[in-house]
């Protein structure tokens, strides 16, 4: 077992006791409370990965003087579908996992992963920025932390009932 999956084990054993001993939570909600805590974890190494990419790839179009008037546009742009193909590695194969018998197509589910982070990442949170920082006054360092309280839920949701969905096999009687 590697560390990753015993780190986990641990986060989920004490999650576990808090769901099901403390708050007498059913196991049907804490699995989908556990899931929604793995899909919050590749979320944040998600977050992280893009913006490592972000700088790298700026800097590199700024030491060759690629594009000067656009690259911070472009570094965004490899960013984004880079890390989306991170979010989505890492979210196929530890939080939206298929069973026994269950089939999901691979390259449908990645562009039903970039068409769901597309609509949550740029569009939603584009029109909800332009509403929290000009209807509401609040200041534009503060929007992008609180369109994460709806953007996050809305895309495990997508992920997890429209990107992620799987069939299951049928089988000859």
Not at 51 to 67: A, T, V
Request: no cysteine.
């Amino acid at each position: 077992m590697n560390f990753l999956q015993k780190l986990w084990n641990i986060i989920e054993v004490i999650v576990r006791f808090f769901l099901q001993r403390l708050l007498h939570m059913e196991e049907s909600r804490v699995q989908g409370f556990l899931q929604f805590v793995k899909f919050g974890i590749v979320g944040v190494t998600n977050t992280v990965v893009s913006y490592l990419i972000y700088l790298l790839s700026l800097k590199l179009f700024q030491r060759f003087g690629w594009l000067p008037k656009a690259d911070y546009l472009i570094a965004q742009v490899i960013a984004f579908f880079l890390s989306v193909l991170w979010s989505f590695y890492w979210n196929n194969r530890f939080v939206f996992t298929k069973e026994e018998g269950q089939t999901r197509s691979l390259w449908y589910t990645l562009l039903k992963t970039y068409i769901s982070y597309a609509f949550t990442v740029l569009f939603l949170n584009t029109i909800l920025s332009i509403l929290w920082v000009n209807a509401f006054g609040i200041s534009k360092e503060f929007a992008p932390i609180i369109n994460l309280l709806v953007s996050v839920p809305l895309n495990f949701i997508i992920n997890k009932f429209w990107a992620f969905r799987t069939e299951t096999s049928k089988t000859d009687d």
